[in-house]
């Protein structure tokens, strides 16, 4: 067998301070275990591989740990905290509710809740997909988190808050935990890269990153399958290549063809995309975020909302700067048109070159106006 590990698995944190983009709950969390203030029970929402469980293992080995350092970290050292490290401890106990969701499941679990712990001072029960739970699950499951035992302390995880019914939430001390940024991803994947020995373009870390959409776990995924099929350099194009995004530099062009009304060069680069086998809707998308990204760039205020890799922003602050506001607001109103009609058109790609043309044109129309 071979001994790869996902990284994903490699590079779960085990510090409240290593968890990428929730610092607002960890702190919140470590200053409760500094004050002796924590609540016995808790909420985790968000979406998919944004740090939940993670943070309910650090959680639950950090209030076990004997030896807890000054800045609220598990010591990694001791007893607790090794038999933690080997998935050994018995005072944390994971319920999946996505696949045990019955009465029996709960029962079990509540049985189990009124024994002490042997070593340590708290049992933590992490409840995964708590939503799934079945209504009567639910309520034999409320008395327990009405008059946990002192030694308890529940944690509850969910992606779908709003199926969580009232009586648990106000019962639960709830945190919500954010999408990650862009930029923090990419800077996750740029240490984990240094750790492999892999040379990664930040670019190609970058456009990861978007694709994960916020979500940490995708984004190492993703990592992975390009690596693997890539080895030690991970560039901008093997990431394109990989995972079927269009080159921005497409965008760029198409935009300069724009101003210079160029009708035919537009043409034969979407040509080129056509024959690249590029997804004519996802270009249309991709056309429309990236006039997106002009305006932004034309306010200072608003130049933070650019999530582009550091070499490309420039590229777009030089580009905006040629194209007046209104052009671009007008541009992104013909896409979006062309977007909306896209999915009834009969002759989707001659709707594209429809969109492109009137794009080449609005210099004239606006100048029209101006007469
Ligand atoms: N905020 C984060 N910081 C660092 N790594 C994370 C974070 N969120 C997710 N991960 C990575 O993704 C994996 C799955 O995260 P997990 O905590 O199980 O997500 P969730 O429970 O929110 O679905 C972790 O092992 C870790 O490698
Ligand atoms: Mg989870
Ligand atoms: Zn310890």
């Known amino acids: 067998m071979s001994d790869f590990v996902v990284s994903a698995r490699k590079y779960r944190p085990q510090t409240f301070d290593?968890?990428?983009?929730?610092?607002?709950?960890?702190?919140?969390?470590?200053?409760?275990?500094?004050?002796?203030?924590?609540?016995?029970?808790?909420?985790?929402?968000?979406?998919?591989?944004?740090?939940?469980?993670?943070?309910?293992r650090i959680l639950a080995k950090t209030l076990n740990c004997f030896n807890r350092t000054e800045n609220i970290e598990a010591c990694d050292q001791c007893d607790s905290c090794q038999s933690f490290n080997t998935g050994n401890s018995l005072n944390v106990y994971e319920l999946d509710a996505a696949s045990n969701n019955s009465v029996e499941d709960i029962r079990n679990l509540i049985d189990q809740v009124r024994i002490a712990?042997?070593?340590?001072?708290?049992?933590?029960?992490?409840?995964?997909?708590?939503?799934?739970?079945?209504?009567?699950?639910?309520?034999?499951?409320?008395?327990?988190?009405?008059?946990?035992?002192?030694?308890?302390?529940?944690?509850?995880?969910?992606?779908?808050?709003?199926?969580?019914?009232?009586?648990i939430l106000s019962r639960c001390q709830i945190f919500d935990f954010n999408r990650?940024?862009?930029?923090?991803?990419?800077?996750?994947?740029?240490?984990?890269?240094t750790k492999e020995g892999i040379n990664a373009d930040p670019e190609a870390l970058h456009l990861i990153a978007q694709k994960a959409d916020g979500a940490l776990r995708d984004a190492l995924s993703i990592f992975d399958q390009i690596v693997t099929f890539t080895g030690n350099e991970l560039t901008y194009k093997s990431v394109i290549e990989n995972l079927n995004i269009l080159d921005y530099d497409y965008y760029f062009r198409i935009v300069e063809s724009a101003?210079?009304?160029?009708?035919?060069?537009?043409?034969?680069?979407?040509?080129?995309?056509?024959?690249?086998?590029?997804?004519?809707?996802?270009?249309?998308?991709?056309?429309?975020?990236h006039y997106r990204n002009l305006l932004v760039c034309k306010d200072m205020r608003t130049a933070s909302l650019l999530e582009v890799g550091e070499s490309v922003e420039?590229?777009?602050?030089?580009?905006?700067?040629?194209?007046?506001?209104?052009?671009?607001?007008?541009?992104?109103?013909?896409?979006?048109?062309?977007?909306?009609?896209?999915?009834a058109s009969k002759n989707q790609r001659l709707l594209v070159e429809l969109v492109l043309m009137q794009l080449c044109s609005l210099q004239q129309e606006q100048e029209k106006k101006n007469d």
């Open 314 to 343: 420039q590229r777009y602050i030089d580009q905006a700067k040629g194209i007046d506001s209104p052009v671009i607001l007008r541009s992104l109103a013909i896409i979006s048109k062309g977007d909306v009609e896209f999915k």
């Open 18 to 56: 290593t968890v990428v983009g929730q610092s607002s709950i960890t702190n919140t969390l470590k200053s409760a275990i500094k004050n002796d203030h924590l609540a016995q029970a808790f909420l985790f929402c968000g979406s998919r591989g944004v740090g939940k469980t993670t943070t309910a």
């Open 180 to 193: 990650i940024k862009v930029k923090d991803i990419a800077d996750h994947l740029a240490g984990i890269a």
């Open 117 to 167: 712990p042997q070593l340590g001072d708290y049992k933590v029960y992490i409840i995964d997909e708590v939503h799934m739970l079945s209504n009567s699950a639910f309520n034999a499951f409320l008395k327990t988190l009405e008059e946990p035992p002192k030694h308890a302390i529940f944690i509850l995880a969910t992606t779908e808050k709003h199926k969580i019914i009232p009586t």
């Open 259 to 289: 101003q210079k009304e160029d009708i035919p060069s537009s043409l034969l680069l979407l040509n080129d995309i056509v024959e690249k086998g590029f997804d004519l809707h996802h270009f249309i998308v991709g056309l429309s975020e």
